[in-house]
């Protein structure tokens, strides 16, 4: 399995450039709303998503005015995209790619299209005695870059590309390439998103697909389906989710998915499609006489259902992160203690990550686990963590004014001008106030 430890990102929308660590289980973005926290996972989906895609389309997003920043202090900041983690716990990987948006010519009406301009890939065997990284790829304008063609040999042989197209994709459709495994497991890493995790009803009723040329439809009951394969095919996994939402939802007695059989069903060949059997979970509360369909319950409890099948769904297909929007949304305040943990016994090797404006999720996760967004006068996003050396000085500042840490964190957030001397203690300097990165680290 590839993991991903460590992304970062920038020159996209009001994003300079952040850095963030993949080693905890859960990790969360904690700031105030319209901060940039929906900015960084939309940096981190759209420069995944630029990887996957064909150069036709990676053109149109190089132009997407959407996420071009409008930013005075950064405007015309070339995006950047880079991963590091391991490949089957043996091999590190670092794979990074900058792109220059499109841009005006001399202020004018005509346009220059985007243009990648730098790539690398960059592989070290744990076992050797002295691991160091050697370059697989290696990349510093539009028209070509060099890769290391076999073991014994060194990244100078020279590729032709086209500005809107990655190396990594090119030589992946080399058979014949020596190191073609790591380009694959870089281009398998698998991220997604739960972008509709606001309105988890919609999951449980019938959903439609049109496939090609509008004739092949699909139609599923994705929660209810979902739920009652578990129940069918992975026992102990299901046993283990019933029991966590029984949990988590005390006034639930029972829970159990079955198929509803469409009576009288004929079927004439003309149709445009067939209605497959439906699936339908029903939930016996403690108070009620009779069992009701789960959609009948609160939005909250529809969400716990939703997050928790999309977790183990994540784990089981080998999804390195799952990125989340606002999870707190509509679940009490009470029950995020619980329902973290119930998340940590299901994750495994997936990582999920979180935004949040809620200063009640930080009493419930480690100063590690928690990227805070610093306030800049310059409108630009910085998430950082609490420097470890700080983190009994933050608890120990909270405590005497009889704060959480969570509500410490938040007042620093918002009230820089008084407190910039302190943050500067607690999470170090910061590089954007500074003059800062352009896309590469200070050395």
């Known amino acids: 399995m590839t993991t991903i430890e460590k992304i970062r990102i920038g020159g996209f929308r009001n994003i300079k450039s952040i850095s963030l660590n993949f080693e905890s289980q859960i990790i969360s973005l904690l700031a105030p709303n319209n901060y940039g926290k929906s900015n960084a996972l939309d940096a981190i989906m759209f420069g995944y998503s630029f990887i996957r895609n064909s150069s036709e389309i990676k053109t149109r997003m190089m132009g997407d005015t959407s996420c071009i920043s409008i930013n005075k202090y950064i405007a015309g900041n070339p995006f950047f995209f880079e991963i590091e983690g391991t490949i089957d716990e043996t091999f590190d990987y670092k794979y990074r790619y900058s792109f220059e948006w499109k841009t005006r010519k001399n202020g004018g009406a005509e346009y220059s299209d985007g243009r990648i301009v730098e790539e690398y890939l960059g592989i070290r065997n744990n076992n050797d005695i002295k691991p160091k990284f050697s370059s697989l790829i290696n990349r510093n304008n539009p028209k070509n870059a060099k890769y290391n063609p076999s073991e014994t040999g060194r990244c100078s042989k020279e590729i032709s590309t086209n500005p809107s197209e990655l190396a990594l994709n090119k030589l992946v459709n080399y058979d014949d390439w020596y190191y073609i495994k790591f380009a694959k497991a870089v281009l398998d890493i698998r991220i997604g998103s739960l972008d509709s995790l606001s309105n988890p009803e919609e999951h449980f009723g019938i959903s439609v697909n049109v496939g090609p040329n509008n004739k092949i439809i699909h139609i599923e009951n994705s929660i209810a389906e979902s739920f ?34 469409l009576k009288n069903k004929t079927i004439d060949k003309d149709v445009p499609f067939e209605l497959p059997d439906q699936y339908q979970i029903m939930v016996k509360e403690a108070n009620n006489n009779q069992p009701t369909p789960f959609q009948f319950l609160s939005t909250g409890c529809m969400k716990v259902m939703y997050l928790l099948l999309s977790v183990i769904k994540a784990q089981k297909e080998g999804f390195s992160v799952l990125f989340v929007e606002e999870m707190e949304n509509s679940v009490h305040p009470k029950l995020l203690q619980s329902l973290l943990s119930t998340i940590s016994d299901f994750i495994g090797e997936t990582r999920l990550f979180f935004t949040s404006h809620s200063p009640n999720l930080a009493q419930y996760l480690n100063a590690s686990q928690l990227y805070i967004g610093l306030p800049s006068a310059k409108g630009i996003v910085d998430f950082k963590t609490i420097k470890p050396s700080k983190v009994k000085s933050a608890l120990k500042i909270a405590g005497s004014g009889g704060m959480s840490l969570g509500e410490y964190l938040f007042q620093l957030m918002v009230d820089m001008d008084d407190d910039s001397e302190l943050i500067e203690y607690l999470f170090g300097k910061s590089e954007i106030e500074e003059g800062g990165i352009d896309g590469e680290e200070k050395k």
């Not at 009652?228 to 949990?247: A, D, G, P, R």
Request: hydrophobic share 35%; aromatic share 8%.
């Open 228 to 261: 009652y394969n578990l129940q069918k095919n992975e026992k102990k996994t299901y046993e283990f989710l019933v029991s966590s939402i029984i949990n988590l939802v005390p006034t639930i007695e029972k829970i159990d998915a079955k198929p509803i059989k």
